[in-house]
């Protein structure tokens, strides 16, 4: 399912909150990566048919989301940042629920609530109230009503917020495999989230793309520009002035920061291998001075 976005505009009164967004997703996992405030939610909402866009338009497979925005809901799953639970009922009921509301006649339900209770591992616990599941199951129940109608297209905002690492792991794992014949938009602003499963990455910051190419792409914008230098514990003022740091920790002697510059830092910098998260900082970085700088970590 290819998804074409062609100057996109959003605005929220006299606030712009997408700002020419040109985009071209194609299928399995797309990463959509930005800051708090970048504008995914939005997005995610345009594409869901929810809000409509000011101004530019959105192709969806063979629709038009201006024209058709039936048959696009028809083709799409999705899963949104603040998915509210009716705690009382227990999944099976949920999902019954929410079948009905896509118009899925009742024995095709049956058979579909199966396989997506299934899909997501929540047979065993289907008759229990989803009041009492853990995050990671209210995530992945999450998924199992987007996948209801098996859509083509699964649109997941933020899935990953509020995990613990064990049930993030997890639930990425859930996301790859359910991306084998769909197309599955995320967005997070968790890089560790990109790294294992997206063939293709966004980056969207104060509602512009600043970056559209494969997590390698992007790890290489920090090619030649990440540095670790030790330092002394008094130093830690003027480096973290002089440069964006990215971590650091404590030694018997001092520190050991690691850091993005173009040249060698304070000249006895040693270069390192960039990560994703260094190449995601080196965008940021270029585009905008007001990116807040990560806080300091005294390890
Ligand atoms: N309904 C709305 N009315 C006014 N401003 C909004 C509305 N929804 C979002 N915004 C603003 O638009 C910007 C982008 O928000 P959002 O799409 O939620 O970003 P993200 O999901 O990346 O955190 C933010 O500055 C937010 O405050
Ligand atoms: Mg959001």
Redesign the pocket.
Known sequence: MNVTLQNLVKDYGNFRALNGVNLQIGGGMFGLLGP???????L?RILTTLIPPTSGSVQIGPYDLTREPGEIRQILGYMP?DFGFYRGLNAHELLDYIGAMKNIPRKERVKQIETVLNEVNLTGVAKRRVGGYSGGMRQRLGIAQALLGDPKLVIV??PTAGLDPEERIRFRNLLTRLSGDRTVLL?T?IVGDIEASCAQVAVLNQGQLIFFGTPEALTARAEGRVWELEIAQREWETIENRYRIIASRSTPRGLVVRLISPENPEGRGSQIAPGLEDGYMAVMSAVSATVEKPEAQYA
């Open positions: 708090n405030g970048a504008g995914k939610t939005t995610m940042q905002d933020e967005s602003h």
